[in-house]
Every structure is written in C-alpha cells, then in structure tokens.
C-alpha cells in the first residue's frame, strides 16, 4: 500500500506541478502584455451604473470650480484668448450639466446642483466683463472676436478611442501663424474681418489633418476641429472628410496620438509647467472637446486638483500630500516638447494652466453625473493604411494563445506521464492487489 500511495504522489506531481512550472512563465508573458500602456483600460468612472462614484471628489470638484471662477472674479487679469476660450467652453459644460439636472438625469445631490447653478452663474460675470473688454487693438484678438458669436458645441456622448500606431515626429514645418490663420477662416475674419464663416482653405486643411505634428500644433489641430464644429462647418467639409474615413474617425486617428504622448509625459512626472500644461491640454481637446473616455480618470482630476492654490488658480510649483504619483520611471521627454514660456502672474499663477485646469474639472463633473451617459465602443480601425490591430483582436488573439497554451501544456504532461515507468509500476502493483 505504501508503494501504491507513492506511485500515485509521483503522477499528482507530475501531471500538476509540471505544467505550473511551465506555464508560470507564460502568465507572466501574459500580465506583462496587459501591463503594457496601450492595453490599459482603466478609466475614471466605472463601465456600469454610477454607485461606486465617490460623492465627496464630486464636492471637491464643485468646491475646485468654485474658487477658480472666484479667482477670475476677484483678481481678473487680462485675459489671453485661450483663457477666455476655455471659460467660454466650460460655461457650456456647466450649462449641460443642469440641463440634465432640470430633466431629473443627473446623479448629483440638490445641494450639489444648486452650488453648480451659482458657479454658472458667477462664469457668466466674468465673461461679460472680459470677452467686450479685451485688447481688440492686437491683430490676433481682433480675428479672434467672432470666437463666442455661437456656442459650444458640447459632446453628448462618449467614446472609445479605437487605437492606431504612433506616427513619428517630423521636424515642425508648421507655425502658430498657420494655427491662428486656420480658426479664422473657420470663425469667418480671415482674409477680412467679414469674411464668411467654413471658408477653409487648402493649406488650413492640410494643417488640421496633418497625422504627425508635434504635441501642441497636434492639440491645436484638435481645437480647430471642435470650432468647426460649432460653427457648424461639416456640410462644407463633406468630401474632404469623407477621405479620411468621417469625422469621428479622424478625431480618432487624432487623439490616439495625443494619448500614446500622453503616457510619455506621464512617465516623466509631470514636473516642470511644459509637461503640465502640455496635460492639461491633451485631457482638454481630447477628452472635453472631443467626448473620448480615454481621458478620464479619477487620478488624474485628483492630481489636477492638486495643483490649485487657496487663491483658487493652477501653478506648476504647487502639489499636496496624498496624491496618487502618476510616474512609472523617471523618462526624458524634452525632445516631445516645444518651447512653451508662459509668463507667471504676480500671485504665482498660470493664466493658460488655470483656464485649462477650471475647464477640465467640468468636464469630469458634467461626464460623471450624466445618467444619459452613452459610452460608444470602437468598432472598425479609423486610420487609412493602417497596419495595427484593433484593441478587442490583440485582447481576443492573447486569450486564445493563453487557451491553446495551457491546454498544450497539460496534454503533453499528461502524455508523458502516461509513458513514464512509475506509471507503468503503478499498474503492477494495482493487478497484485
């Protein structure tokens, strides 16, 4: 009996132990991939309902939003175009918040609702101070005028980006002067003031669908796309869209490289105001302007958050303790970024970081309280030409390659222990018995 019962030990370890061993490589092959950035699906609110949405960070956010606007009303500088942009869109994002609210499809408290209605409400002072007021004298601002004449188009429903292969970086032909150009032809004063509106030339085209720009001029191209938007310039744009696939599409094909940017100034830790500011903007134009889910993510609004002084701006030298550090390794970025110098205000703020920030934060507010929340899955590859796989086939091909490899794996054990002499005793002793 004592042979028997080691004989039938030595085929346990055999069968069972042999194949973990052998298979403990392949798991780790296997997490290692999911670990990978492109794989990531994390994303700031949960897939399903909205019970596990914590209501005390949607308090911080209202309370964030609160002192940025009091900010602007107390200490008003003057503003840059880009802050008065950015304020003008978050006026929309707070306006369809409560209109959720008012048709009872918001998750957030009375008291909640009531505080956003104020924020609103004081968003609306300071931009009918600053927008008549500023310094129209400068060309630039002078173009820009017609900017809020219609409003923001606000996404209504989310979406998955449906990833692409990063394009490499050419050197930047391109300058902020055909940036500028581009949204005035689309907002209707350039080459006159006058001018109508979705009059897009070549050249402001080719610059709005350029696949491989450097990090800002990409976000720009980005912003531009959301202006057409509200200025309703797709019937225009029709035939030239239709080469790219469609318009989502290209928003796609756009913001996938925004995002894979994103991971690399992520990893450097988001120290100096370049890396910040550059943040900002991609969660800004891809995930506020543009409605893609990607982008949100509660450590980031928290990591955000922190960087807003008592005073109620955004600097770049300011953090608090506690906050998730969103660095996987020390990584070199400075070859992504441009020279991006922005002048600091007396009180340590940054206009452009601020603007960015306060509009962030509605966005994350207005997407998390949305009952009417529609998250849309990607479903064909948008890039034309495009030799990546799409995210659900690379998932599908691990999964079955894991299936096929362990099933390998213990067949093979099986069999060889089948063959081996202790199973051959084991038989022996059995037909003793």
């Known amino acids: 009996m004592d042979t028997i019962s080691i004989a039938n030990t030595n085929m346990v370890n055999y ?176 080459p006159n003031l006058d001018s109508n509106p979705c009059n897009i030339s070549d050249n402001c085209w080719q610059f ?63 120290q100096r105001y370049a890396e910040k500011d550059l943040f900002l903007e991609q969660i800004y134009v891809c995930g506020g302007l543009h409605g893609f889910i990607d982008f949100f993510r509660w450590e980031y609004i928290k990591n955000i958050m922190s960087w807003q002084l008592e005073s109620g701006c955004f600097t770049s030298n300011h953090t608090v303790e506690g906050v998730t550090d969103l660095s996987d390794s020390q990584e070199e970025v400075t070859i992504l970024l441009e020279n991006r110098d922005e002048t600091q205000l007396p009180d340590g703020c940054y206009q452009h970081m601020s603007a960015l920030a306060t509009s962030n934060i509605a966005a994350y507010l207005r997407w998390s309280s949305s009952k009417t929340r529609h998250e849309v899955q990607p479903s064909v590859a948008p890039k034309p030409d495009s030799k990546s796989l799409p995210f659900g086939v690379i998932i599908a091909i691990i999964c079955v390659g894991a299936v096929v490899t362990c099933t390998l794996v213990v067949g093979l054990g099986y069999y060889a222990y089948m063959k081996s002499p202790e199973r051959s005793g084991y038989y022996r002793i059995k037909r003793k018995e």
């Open 15 to 190: 069968v069972i132990i042999t194949p973990v061993a052998i298979l403990l490589p392949v798991s780790r092959l296997f997490a290692h991939l999911l670990s990978l950035p492109i794989l990531r699906l994390s994303v700031f609110w949960p897939q399903t309902g909205h019970a596990s949405i914590d209501s005390q960070l949607v308090d911080d956010m209202i309370e964030s939003l609160q002192n940025a606007i009091n900010y602007y009303k107390r200490d008003l500088p003057d503003l840059i175009v880009d802050t008065a942009f950015c304020l003008f869109h978050t006026k929309g994002l707070l306006q369809a918040t409560l209109d959720e609210s008012d048709a009872g499809l918001t998750t957030l408290t009375q008291e909640q609702v009531e505080n956003v209605r104020t924020i609103l409400f004081d968003t609306n002072e300071v931009l009918q101070v600053t927008i008549p007021n500023m310094n129209y004298s400068a060309e630039e601002n002078i173009h820009y005028a017609n900017l809020y004449s219609m409003p923001m188009d606000v996404p209504q429903i989310v979406h998955y980006l449906n990833w692409t292969s990063r394009m490499p970086l050419r050197q930047a032909s391109l300058s902020d002067q055909i940036s500028d150009q581009c949204m005035w032809e689309i907002i209707g004063s350039w």
């Open 208 to 270: 709005v669908t350029r696949l491989n720009s450097k990090p800002f001029l990409l976000n720009h191209q980005l912003l531009a796309l959301a202006v057409v938007r509200q200025f309703n310039c797709i019937p225009f744009l029709q035939s030239k869209i239709a080469k790219f696939g469609g318009l989502q599409r290209l928003q796609n094909v756009l913001c996938s490289q925004v995002r894979q940017i994103m991971f690399h100034v992520i990893k450097s830790g988001l």
